[in-house]
């Protein structure tokens, strides 16, 4: 049996201590690590309560958002804006033009919608009136075309500065859009709601002058009175609010002046439409002092009243008695005599001011102005007149 000394059995003691000790620490740590603090159930629910209570405020925030935009809520005061459909467009492209118009918030939402609705086969080339009191359904209703959709068959159509309204219809029946005779009877008996159309009359003068020239897009059988609505919608915007106001600041009305537009289209296609006009305002001023008597003698006007005439004007032709003969008749012919484009109704509204009340087409495939007759007369007598 081993012999201890007291000094042993002290080092002996310690050392069972330690190593007792150190038996027991991975145990109490793991002991430890297993304790977790509990979350007090009640603060658990209220927490809980509160996070689905902000998702559900959130998403009712959204929700009342893009439900105001689908029903037109709070829009404030109504507005109107015209948004024009062309060919091209696409659903991105409408949902375009009406937020820029104002007319719609969420464009992803208004596409989500139409997508839904099928509204490609619903919307169709055209200009609309429109307002941000629509709600969805009806900005896609108010875009409707009875013609078909932005999906049929198009053609496009450039109408002529200076074409009547028989030579438009003749192009637009050419081009497909519908026939002659169905065009025509629209010009003739269909109401357009604009005040510078008369209603009452079945003449297709009643829409002369106002068949903007431009290019267009129509669907193949058209509907005859859309197509031409069109065109007329196309002039009173090109008019604008500047130009409008032109011309209640002049002494004339919207129709005659442009008639005089009209004039001056069939008298040149060059860069003096200004001084055209000028001539023209001369003489409708002119009381006798230069012996034209408020006669135009513009006999382009006379043209339009014999749409049948061949070759050049005669003797004959110079007695038709027609408010259009502006030889025998004084001022403006009773209705525009071409649809004039955008050059000579600014010519008509700003004429250079001049002296002169005659003028005829030299050689040179210039007009040449005269400020009293024997001048002009000289002029037409020499080898420098063009005829």
């Known amino acids: 049996m081993a012999n201890y000394k007291n000094g042993d059995t002290a080092s002996w003691d310690a050392a069972q201590v330690r190593h007792s000790q150190a038996e027991r620490r991975p145990q109490n740590k793991s002991t430890r690590r297993k304790k977790r603090r509990r979350i007090n159930p009640f603060l658990a629910v209220i927490l809980y309560v509160l996070i689905v209570a902000a998702a559900s405020a959130t998403l009712a925030g959204v929700g009342w958002l893009l439900a105001s935009d689908l029903c037109a809520f709070n829009r404030g005061e109504k507005t109107t804006s015209t948004v024009e459909i062309s060919a091209g467009d696409t659903l991105n492209t409408v949902s375009d033009k009406l937020h820029e118009a104002g007319l719609i918030r969420y464009k992803w939402f208004f596409k989500l919608f139409a997508k839904v609705t099928k509204a490609e086969d619903k919307i169709g080339i055209g200009t609309y009136e429109l307002n ?158 230069h012996g034209t008597y408020r006669m135009l003698q513009i006999d382009a006007a006379l043209l339009y009243a014999l749409p049948d005439h061949q070759g050049a004007i005669t003797s004959a032709d110079l007695e038709t008695d027609s408010p259009y003969n502006l030889r025998k008749y004084a001022g403006l012919p009773p209705t525009p005599i071409a649809n004039p484009g955008m050059a000579s109704i600014n010519a008509a509204l700003y004429p250079t001011t001049s002296d002169y009340y005659y003028y005829a087409l030299g050689t040179d495939h210039k007009h040449h102005y005269f400020v009293d007759y024997n001048s002009f007369l000289n002029f037409v007598n020499s080898d420098l007149y063009g005829g």
């Open 132 to 289: 941000n009191d629509m709600d969805y359904h009806a900005l896609i209703s108010g875009m409707r075309n009875s013609s078909g959709s932005m999906s049929a068959d198009t053609v496009t159509v450039t109408i002529p500065e200076g074409y009547t309204v028989s030579q438009t219809i003749r192009l637009l029946a050419e081009k497909g859009v519908n026939s002659e005779e169905k065009l025509l009877e629209a010009a003739k008996t269909a109401d357009f709601n604009y005040d510078f159309i008369d209603n009452e009359s079945e003449d297709v003068s009643r829409l002369e002058g106002f068949l903007f020239p431009d290019t267009y897009e129509f669907y193949v059988n058209h509907n005859p009175k859309s197509a031409l609505e069109r065109l007329i919608n196309n002039f009173e915007q090109k008019m604008g609010e500047d130009v409008l106001e032109e011309v209640e600041a002049s002494p004339y009305s919207l129709k005659e002046i442009v008639t005089i537009a009209s004039l001056i289209e069939k008298e040149t296609d060059g860069s003096d439409q200004a001084m055209i006009a000028s001539v023209i305002y001369n003489r409708l001023a002119d009381t006798g002092s």
